[in-house]
């Protein structure tokens, strides 16, 4: 597709807890106030020219990743005019690589696609943009920006760093403070990058100390069998942060087995279940910090816009960002009201 001039963005407020959720609005600005030459429409909730959007992302083996999928399917439903063509779903590079090939053969409009692994599909990312179809590079990043022509993914550091933050202002008056980390995948790039955060916001808080650390799986699992490990090593805590909601269901379970509650514990990701907790205010969970799924409904968003050769209102500039990141929210029982409308399950 020819780049032609687009108009600002559509990047609305649609959904407060992604703080960047993109959604189609008019600018309210009077057309003389507009710059000269301003001639490019912006996307808006009315139909607009027929876009088939090919969608390709990881088998949905995970509460974040089916939410993905829903987040997408449900925001293209709001188009009549778009289509959306989904792929099953693989963690096996080849076997999505050929479901994007197979996408590009059926000339889609745009693509969307959430990598199992950003590096392995790069190539495949390199073949739709040179045959002439935009690719909207969903949260795990290809190793190039050439295999795409926009990137809208979650805030891996934020997310670590808010996490932080939170407990270190919760503990900043105990002396000697103790602090677990119950980290994701630990050869994921993401796991490095949320638990570097981390460690950067505890170093505002020279009374805190990070005494251990578990690397789990994501799992219900291993969450469960790595927080049991913790707690046998550590006699006394006084905050946990676990970097995934999934895996924190098992870590809860560890933790009520082991009848310890002399700690505070903070999610991630913004599960339905550990916002649940966080309402009921019945357990040690008090806060999630946010990785939002919303983000496969901005990126349907940003798609269409694309297909359709149109702006998006909220920007000056003339054409759509190369990359949008999303702000990880911590959620506490202060604004649980306000984000609970987004937990997935």
């Known amino acids: 597709m020819p780049e032609t001039s687009r108009r600002g963005l559509l990047f609305g407020a649609a959904a407060v807890s992604t703080g960047a959720l993109l959604t189609a609005c008019t600018s309210n600005e009077p057309k003389s106030a507009q710059p000269a030459g301003n001639s490019q429409p912006a996307a808006d909730d009315k139909p607009g020219k027929p876009v088939t959007i090919g969608f390709a992302g990881p088998q949905a083996d995970h509460g974040w990743l089916n939410a993905i999928n829903v987040n997408a399917k449900s925001r293209a439903e709001k188009y009549s005019e778009v289509t959306l063509e989904i792929t099953e779903g693989s ?60 990137w809208v993914g979650g805030d891996n550091y934020g997310m670590g760093l808010n996490a932080g933050h939170y407990i270190g202002e919760q ?36 009374n805190i100390k990070l005494v251990a650390r ?32 999934d895996q924190g269901v098992g870590a809860l379970r560890a933790i009520q087995q082991a009848g310890r509650d002399e700690f505070i514990m903070v999610g991630g990701a913004g599960a339905k279940s550990a916002m649940d907790a966080i309402k009921a205010d019945n357990s040690v969970i008090k806060a999630t910090v946010l990785y939002p799924p919303t983000m496969a409904a901005s990126a349907i968003d940003l798609a269409r816009a694309l297909g359709q050769s149109k702006g998006v209102s909220g920007l000056s500039e003339m054409e759509i960002p190369t990359s949008l990141t999303l702000y990880s929210a911590v959620v506490t029982k202060d604004n649980i009201d306000q984000y609970l409308p987004t937990g997935f399950n």
């Open 214 to 245: 578990q690397a789990a799986e994501f799992t219900v699992e291993s969450g469960q069998a790595k927080m049991a490990q913790l707690l046998q090593a550590q006699k006394q805590i006084d905050a946990l942060w676990n970097h995934d909601d």
């Open 91 to 150: 963690n096996d590079t080849a076997a999505q690589i050929g479901q994007v090939k197979t996408l590009i053969n059926k000339k889609v409009d745009v693509l969307v696609i959430l990598p199992a692994d950003g590096k392995a599909l790069t190539q495949v990312g390199l073949e739709a943009m040179k045959a002439g179809i935009p690719v909207v590079n969903l949260d795990r990043i290809f190793a190039s920006p050439q295999a795409y022509r926009c």
């Open 171 to 206: 503990l900043k008056d105990k002396a000697n403070a103790k602090v677990v980390e119950l980290a994701g995948i630990d050869n994921l790039e993401l796991t490095k990058q949320r638990s570097q955060g981390f460690a950067d916001a505890l170093k505002n808080y020279p």
